[in-house]
């Protein structure tokens, strides 16, 4: 059973085997179908690198600008821009689907760089192509490994597939200057509309600190105008006190004065009644000294003025009688005569006013005459008004001129504007005459700075024509190897 299955694996290991002599052998027999369908795969690979149209790369490379170049841009424009940012803003630009779609449409070129599909092919599909064979690659600074993001591109190449390349060429040219071009009018435009909210916001922000600035100073005036009102209240109420309190003084003056006066006038009125009676008095004493030198008088029976020497000479005498001797003149009453003394008795006794012979009775109704005529209290009766007489008024009525015309009230009120005593208005006045300068012209401006200009060489770099003839020729070769074979075997299958 065993040796069975061995008989029958045996025959099948020796069917299974290849022999290369007879395997070449084949070959060499079947050399024309070799030869045949390689030359006929070499010269069809000819034929179709003839008749693939060449495809040119063009590119260019723009790198980031100079300082000068932008230099309109940064003093002219809004913002603080540098050149890198700027630059950025143009890779933006350039790397935008929609600003490539406007500039290929504005300009024609699907027609120009396919003009093969102009009247088969969609503009879509078109664009898409043109897509396909446009990249922007940034050639400087290379990514880092591992970096989060893209850094700030300082170089870039634009490349181009084209089967025109003089097309492709002036394409790129005319896509970089421009898409200058558009982000200056970009930075142009939103530079204008910045600079316009931002004029608005501090135009905005100026009226809000003018009218603080006014309300404050009304607020002030306010303030001021009650503080000046209460002031002249308080002094007016200072000043009516004081009068009350000048009027009050002069009103108890007055009234001291008077019953000063009254008391004055009292004392002097006793006076002269006192010498009035002191004066009866002595009325009445020399009536009786009279009357003792009337009877006496009578009694000598001397009735007109005599002296002693008279007496003597005419041989009277006298008893009990003293006569003074010590001169001519004598003191003797009695001597005047009864004539004389009668007289003099009688005169006395018809005064009705004593007062006119009693000399300081004339003084003092002079004092009390004076008394009554007080000028001062006169004065004091007569006086309309106590201010002059009140120290302290001018004083405050002065500080109530000056409190009804304060000078910084006015000034306040005059003010025609609060411009300069606002203090942040200086900065931003300087900050809003900066924005209105700006002019967002920029001649000459370039975002950019061409390193290398696309052109045409002439140099097609698709298709490569000796590598498809040589893979063409190579397919056909193994091609005709497989032919060969297989016609080998049906040829010994017949045979057999």
């Given at each position: 059973?065993?040796?069975?299955?061995?008989?029958?694996?045996?025959?099948?290991?020796?069917?299974?085997?290849?022999?290369?002599?007879?395997?070449?052998?084949?070959?060499?027999?079947?050399?024309?179908?070799?030869?045949?369908?390689?030359?006929?795969?070499?010269?069809?690979?000819?034929?179709?690198?003839?008749?693939?149209?060449?495809?040119?790369?063009?590119?260019?490379?723009?790198?980031?600008?100079?300082?000068?170049?932008?230099?309109?841009?940064?003093?002219?424009?809004?913002?603080?821009?540098?050149?890198?940012?700027?630059?950025?803003?143009?890779?933006?630009?350039?790397?935008?689907?929609?600003?490539?779609?406007?500039?290929?449409?504005?300009?024609?070129?699907?027609?120009?760089?396919?003009?093969?599909?102009?009247?088969?092919?969609?503009?879509?599909?078109?664009?898409?192509?043109?897509?396909?064979?446009?990249?922007?690659?940034?050639?400087?600074?290379?990514k880092e490994k591992g970096?989060?993001?893209?850094?700030?591109?300082?170089?870039?190449?634009?490349?181009?597939?084209?089967?025109?390349?003089?097309?492709?060429?002036?394409?790129?040219?005319?896509?970089?200057?421009?898409?200058?071009?558009?982000?200056?009018?970009?930075?142009?435009?939103?530079?204008?509309?910045?600079?316009?909210?931002?004029?608005?916001?501090?135009?905005?922000?100026?009226?809000?600190?003018?009218?603080?600035?006014?309300?404050?100073?009304?607020?002030?005036?306010?303030?001021?105008?009650?503080?000046?009102?209460?002031?002249?209240?308080?002094?007016?109420?200072?000043?009516?006190?004081?009068?009350?309190?000048?009027?009050?003084?002069?009103?108890?003056?007055?009234?001291?004065?008077?019953?000063?006066?009254?008391?004055?006038?009292?004392?002097?009125?006793?006076?002269?009644?006192?010498?009035?009676?002191?004066?009866?008095?002595?009325?009445?004493?020399?009536?009786?000294?009279?009357?003792?030198?009337?009877?006496?008088?009578?009694e000598m029976n001397i009735?007109?003025?005599?002296?002693?020497?008279?007496?003597?000479?005419?041989?009277?005498?006298?008893?009990?009688?003293?006569?003074?001797?010590?001169?001519?003149?004598?003191?003797?009453?009695?001597?005047?005569?009864?004539?004389?003394?009668?007289?003099?008795?009688?005169?006395?006794?018809?005064?009705?006013?004593?007062?006119?012979?009693?000399?300081?009775?004339?003084?003092?109704?002079?004092?009390?005459?004076?008394?009554?005529?007080?000028?001062?209290?006169?004065?004091?009766?007569?006086?309309?008004?106590?201010?002059?007489?009140?120290?302290?008024?001018?004083?405050?009525?002065?500080?109530?001129?000056?409190?009804?015309?304060?000078?910084?009230?006015?000034?306040?009120?005059?003010?025609?504007?609060?411009?300069?005593?606002?203090?942040?208005?200086?900065?931003?006045?300087?900050?809003?005459?900066?924005?209105?300068?700006?002019?967002?012209?920029?001649?000459?401006?370039?975002?950019?700075?061409?390193?290398?200009?696309?052109?045409?060489?002439?140099?097609?770099?698709?298709p490569k024509r000796a590598?498809?003839?040589?893979?063409?020729?190579?397919?056909?070769?193994?091609?005709?190897?497989?032919?060969?074979?297989?016609?080998?075997?049906?040829?010994?299958?017949?045979?057999?």
């Amino acid at each position: 059973m065993e040796s069975k299955d061995v008989q029958v694996i045996k025959p099948y290991q020796e069917d299974d085997e290849i022999d290369l002599f007879e395997l070449f052998s084949s070959l060499a027999h079947q050399w024309r179908w070799v030869v045949g369908i390689t030359v006929i795969g070499m010269l069809l690979s000819i034929t179709i690198a003839l008749l693939i149209p060449k495809q040119y790369e063009v590119s260019t490379q723009v790198a980031e600008p100079n300082a000068a170049d932008v230099a309109a841009v940064i003093t002219r424009g809004y913002g603080k821009q540098t050149t890198k940012s700027l630059f950025a803003e143009y890779y933006q630009d350039l790397n935008s689907a929609e600003e490539l779609h406007q500039f290929i449409k504005a300009g024609g070129w699907l027609k120009k760089l396919y003009p093969e599909k102009a009247n088969g092919a969609s503009e879509a599909e078109m664009f898409s192509s043109l897509s396909d064979n446009l990249s922007i690659t940034v050639l400087a600074p290379i990514k880092e490994k591992g970096a989060a993001n893209n850094p700030a591109p300082d170089l870039l190449a634009i490349t181009l597939w084209s089967k025109d390349e003089q097309v492709a060429a002036n394409f790129l040219n005319n896509y970089v200057t421009k898409s200058n071009s558009r982000v200056l009018e970009k930075l142009r435009l939103n530079g204008q509309l910045s600079r316009d909210f931002e004029v608005e916001r501090i135009q905005s922000e100026i009226k809000l600190l003018q009218n603080n600035a006014l309300k404050e100073r009304g607020l002030a005036i306010q303030r001021m105008e009650e503080t000046n009102q209460t002031g002249v209240k308080v002094l007016l109420q200072k000043i009516s006190l004081l009068r009350d309190k000048a009027k009050q003084v002069r009103l108890l003056d007055i009234k001291k004065r008077e019953e000063k006066n009254r008391e004055k006038i009292k004392k002097l009125s006793q006076s002269i009644d006192l010498l009035l009676k002191k004066s009866t008095i002595d009325e009445q004493s020399k009536l009786e000294v009279l009357n003792e030198a009337l009877a006496l008088a009578l009694e000598m029976n001397i009735k007109s003025p005599t002296t002693i020497e008279m007496m003597a000479k005419s041989g009277s005498t006298v008893s009990e009688t003293e006569i003074n001797v010590t001169t001519k003149v004598r003191s003797d009453l009695f001597l005047m005569g009864t004539d004389y003394i009668q007289a003099k008795i009688k005169n006395l006794q018809s005064r009705t006013h004593k007062e006119l012979f009693i000399k300081s009775i004339a003084e003092i109704k002079k004092q009390i005459a004076e008394v009554r005529a007080d000028t001062a209290l006169a004065a004091l009766k007569m006086r309309k008004s106590d201010d002059p007489y009140i120290v302290e008024l001018p004083s405050l009525k002065k500080q109530i001129k000056e409190a009804q015309s304060d000078v910084k009230l006015v000034a306040l009120k005059a003010r025609k504007s609060d411009d300069p005593y606002i203090t942040e208005l200086p900065a931003l006045l300087k900050k809003l005459d900066k924005l209105q300068a700006l002019t967002f012209g920029f001649p000459g401006a370039k975002l950019y700075r061409l390193d290398k200009k696309a052109s045409a060489d002439g140099k097609a770099e698709k298709p490569k024509r000796a590598l498809i003839v040589a893979v063409g020729s190579v397919l056909a070769f193994f091609v005709a190897v497989f032919v060969a074979l297989i016609m080998g075997a049906v040829k010994r299958r017949k045979e057999a």
